[in-house]
Each structure stands twice: as C-alpha cells, then as structure tokens.
C-alpha cells in the first residue's frame, strides 16, 4: 500500500492537469495482476476516468470509488515535498495524501489481494477525475455502467471520514450572477451605473436569504451546520479605480438538506436581482442581473438501516453512522445509477485542502483491515 500511495501522490493530478499517467501506471498494475480494466477518457484526450473488475462476471459486487485528482498548491507554504511521500511521526505526508490518495492506494492493494483469491462476488474499483471541480469527470463512468447489463450491489466512497460509515452529505449547486451596469469617468460616477454595486446589492440578497433559511429552514442536526447554505466565493469585476465598471460576476454556491426546495430558493434570488435593475432601467435599459446554474451534484442520504450500511459498519466494526460536511460522487452513484452508496475512509478533511496535507498511518491501517475483511467476504460470497 504504502509503495502505490507514493507512486499516486507522485503524480502531480491538479485537475487542470491531465491524469492519464498515473491512470497508466493503475491500469498496468492491474491488469499485470490479470484484472479487467477499462479507460474511459474524456473528449480532449487527456484525462480519463478508470474501472476495474477481478472476480466472476454476472454478479453484482461491491464496487470501491475513489477521484484521482487534488486540489492546487496555490499561496500555499509547504514543508515537506507536495508530490513526493514523506513518512514522519506516524503520518504520510503529500498533495492528496487524506483527499483521497490514501483509500485509493488501499483499493489498488485490496484489488490486487483479491485477484489471488477464489472470489464468488466480484470486486470493482471505479476512479474518476475532475471531481474536485464539481464531480464533473464521473459523468461518464456512470454513463458507462448505466448501460451494463448487471451494476454493483454497493459502493463504497473512500472519502475521508476517520474510517467512521456516512450516509450523507448536502448537494451543491454553482450559480453565477452576471451583473449588467453602464460605464463611466469615476469623476462623473452618479451619472454611470456601477456593476460591482449591483453585485453588491445582489449578495446582500443572498446574505440576507442565508440569514432566513438558517433561522427558520429545514435543518438537520447530523450535521455540523445543520440548515442549508449560501455561501458567495468569487467576485470580480472593473478595469482602474477611475473608472465606473459596466461589468461584474458574482460567483455563489448553494449546499442543501435533502428535501430542500432548491428551485425555489433560486427562483427567490431571481425576483431579487430582478428588483434591483427594475427600477434603474428608465434611465439605464441595460441594466441587468442575470443568476444562471453552473453546475450541480445530488446530496447523499442513504437510510442508516440500510443493508449497505449494516454491511459496511461489520467491515469496521462501526456502531453509528455519521454524515459529512463536503460533497462526494456518492450522490450520483446513488441517484443515477440506482447503486446504495455509503462514505467511508481514511483520514479526515481537516488535512485536506491545506499545506502539509497528510493521513495518519493508523488510519491506513484501519482501511487496510476493513477492505481484508471485505474480500473475506467476497470469497465466501454471503
């Protein structure tokens, strides 16, 4: 395990890079194993989702998931190598050690343990890429197992959880607000109609539209915050201080409960942006705010007296369930594919995302057990 995970984290997968290297060096490994693989690229050639099988044909199998990709090293103080493995004080460090090297270097050595033993259930291994951007790679995979004449039983995403079993997590949508003003010389500023004020005006509404769903929305108190949120990342927007920008973006995001009338809520932030312009378009028609949908993924809510999960908490041992804060490919595996997903793996996403990222070598241990005792029960095939 600890050889594969220094090879991926080896690979510099920053998603606007390409993967195929490392998808290479995955596919040689098992296929030299005598496992069945197959690459799915994408359109550009470039990049390319992967999905193996060892084990009987015919059967449904457990199928484990993992994203090949990490997120950039940008403004970030590193000290240790980001593409290189470092072992210390009981850690492993490097870029995508805990999002989601760390499972995925399990999965490859439970993969390549399995195809040494009689197997009676098939064991999958399903990776993707681009999903830090949106889940946006896994979309062909899916495509691809839709058509199978026979789909995994369950799934497994090997997202870090600290080795605890989640049935859930909220879904996303990106949207983005396209603030329409006038320009104009700063000096002559009233008589020009500034796009970044516009979009002021417009996060305003969605600060205020937070502020009401937080105090009297859906909640549940699995999670950490437990309400639906809207959440703006980006604004952008003018040219020089001195003059009056006729163009600005507003870049916002909503993470739901199951349950949460999404269409609605946009279709609210729609009127509002609608209301500001309205009444500036006598003297500037131009005006506009316009909020279109960049892209989505379903939330994830497995029922916790699920047969998946009864499964997966005898793998580890588990008593209770959790659910997770951060978005995960499950709710397409769910959804799309009608396959019952749960969240489980190493680490925790606290050491995601941030400079000298790491997984605990304990944590890899504890994958490492749960994935034995999942082939165990392969071979016997229960």
């Given at each position: 395990?600890?050889?594969i995970?220094?090879?991926?984290i ?6 606007s ?9 995955v ?26 099988t060892?084990?009987?044909?015919g ?8 994203h090949?990709?990490?997120?950039p090293?940008t403004?970030q ?8 493995l ?9 870029r995508g ?5 760390g499972?995925?270097a ?8 399995a195809a ?8 999958h ?6 999903e830090?951007?949106g ?15 026979v ?13 605890q079993?989640a049935?859930?997590h ?6 983005r ?8 010389h ?25 502020a009401e ?8 108190g ?8 809207l959440?703006v ?14 163009h ?10 199951a ?5 609605s809520l946009?279709?609210r ?24 949908r ?16 009864r499964?997966?908490?005898?793998l580890t ?9 951060f ?6 595996f769910?959804q ?5 997903t749960?969240?489980?793996g190493p ?8 400079p ?5 070598v ?7 057990a749960m ?7 392969l071979?016997v095939?229960?």
């Open positions: 395990m600890k050889d995970l220094a090879r991926l080896g690979f510099d997968t920053v998603s890079n390409p993967n195929l290297a490392l998808m290479a060096y596919r040689d490994l098992l296929e030299g194993a005598g496992i069945a693989v197959t690459l799915v690229p994408d359109p550009s050639g470039t990049k390319a989702n992967l999905y193996a060892t084990g009987p044909v059967a449904g199998g457990v199928m484990l998931s993992g090949t990709d990490v997120v090293l403004g103080a590193w000290t240790v190598p980001p593409f290189a470092t072992e210390a004080e009981g850690r492993l460090y490097g050690a805990a999002d989601m090297k499972f995925v399990c999965a490859i050595a439970a993969m390549l343990a040494r033993r009689p197997l009676r259930v098939p064991l291994l399903a990776l993707s890429y681009d830090e951007i889940c946006m790679g896994v979309g062909s995979l899916i495509d691809m197992l839709a058509a199978a004449p789909k995994p039983r369950f799934c497994i995403v090997g997202e870090p959880t600290g080795m079993v049935t859930g909220k879904g996303k949508v990106a949207l607000a396209t603030c329409t003003g006038r320009e104009g700063s000096a002559l500023a009233p008589m020009a109609l500034n796009a970044l004020h516009l979009a002021g005006d417009f996060m305003a509404v969605v600060r205020a539209l937070q769903v937080a105090a009297t929305g859906l909640r549940d699995d999670y950490d915050v437990p309400y639906t949120t959440h990342g980006k604004l952008s927007g003018g040219v020089q201080v001195n003059i009056v920008p006729n600005a973006v507003l870049d916002f995001e909503i993470r739901s409960l349950g949460e009338d999404v269409a946009i279709t932030l729609e009127a509002e942006a609608e209301a500001i312009v309205a009444p500036l378009r006598a003297e500037f028609p131009e005006a506009a705010i316009k909020v279109e960049q892209w989505d993924y379903p939330g994830l809510g497995t029922p916790s007296d699920a047969e998946v999960v499964f997966v908490k005898g041992g588990a008593n209770g369930t959790i659910k997770v804060a978005g995960t490919e499950g709710g397409l769910d799309r594919l009608g396959v019952p749960v969240i489980c680490g925790s996403m606290a050491q995601g995302h941030k000298d990222e790491y997984v605990s304990e944590q890899m241990e504890r994958c490492e994935l034995t005792a999942l082939v165990g029960w071979e095939g229960v």
